[in-house]
């Protein structure tokens, strides 16, 4: 089970660092990523971190803002967001992943990301 935290409501160009937490078993040899749902959009991945070599994965529309890390000693997998936009408002999900896709099999409950002055 992933659970998602840090979510908030951030004025535009402010920063947010996502947390997401291993419960039930060790994040190590998984690759994992970041998700996102706007209102009334499709699910998106966001970012995807490999389990072993630290190869990253970014959206187009985060590059350059948004970083992706762990820590597998915490079993936890961070995203810092930077620079925020009222576009990247959403419910951020963290889960497995292959590049930007999602390979786990339900989500959790998410973490709400509000950008807004």
């Known amino acids: 089970q992933f659970v998602e935290s840090g979510g908030g409501l951030v004025q535009p160009g402010g920063s947010l660092r996502l947390s997401c937490a291993a419960s039930?078993?060790?994040?190590?040899?998984?690759?994992v990523g970041w998700f996102r749902q706007a209102p009334g959009k499709e699910r998106e991945g966001v970012s995807c971190i490999s389990s072993s070599d630290g190869i990253t994965y970014y959206a187009d529309s985060v590059k350059g803002r948004f970083t992706i890390s762990r820590d597998n000693a915490k079993n936890t997998v961070y995203l810092q967001m930077n620079s925020l936009t009222p576009e990247d408002t959403a419910v951020y999900y963290c889960?497995?992943?292959?590049?930007?896709?999602?390979?786990?099999?339900?989500w959790g409950q998410g973490t709400q990301v509000t950008v807004s002055s």
């Open positions: 039930g078993f060790t994040l190590d040899y998984y690759a």
């Open positions: 889960g497995t992943c292959y590049g930007l896709g999602y390979t786990g099999d339900y």
